[in-house]
């Protein structure tokens, strides 16, 4: 069984940073891509960062320059570094490790 589970969101204000961390259980981390997706209220669900099983990143247009996705295959976990936040982050980040998905951590960017 997979288990993937997101940690580190929390209020932060604009132009801060922050780092978000999903862990996961099982024998596939190594093996499948891992991502993040983000949903704000009233939104659809929307694709935010991805690292392939090779460390190959991509990023959507709305955070390249200020996210960075990257996964520790030693330790089964995926971060996502998160730099000069904008409102418009504020939403709850999921990460998924190919068809698992976690519940989701709450990310807000307020003054």
């Known amino acids: 069984q997979v288990q993937v589970v997101e940690s580190g969101g929390r209020l932060v204000q604009p132009g801060g940073s922050l780092r978000l961390s999903c862990a996961a259980s099982?024998?596939?981390?190594?093996?499948?891509?891992m991502g993040w997706y983000r949903q704000a209220p009233g939104k659809e669900r929307e694709f935010v960062a991805s690292?392939?099983?090779?460390?190959?990143?991509n990023y959507a247009d709305s955070v390249k320059g200020r996210f960075t996705a990257s996964r520790d295959n030693a330790k089964n976990t995926l971060y996502l570094q998160m730099n000069s936040l904008k409102p418009e982050d504020t939403a709850i980040y999921y990460c998924?490790?190919?068809?698992?998905w976690g519940q989701g951590t709450q990310v807000t960017v307020s003054s």
């Open positions: 099982g024998r596939i981390f190594g093996y499948y891509g």
């Open positions: 998924y490790l190919h068809n698992y």
């Open positions: 690292v392939a099983s090779s460390g190959a990143t």
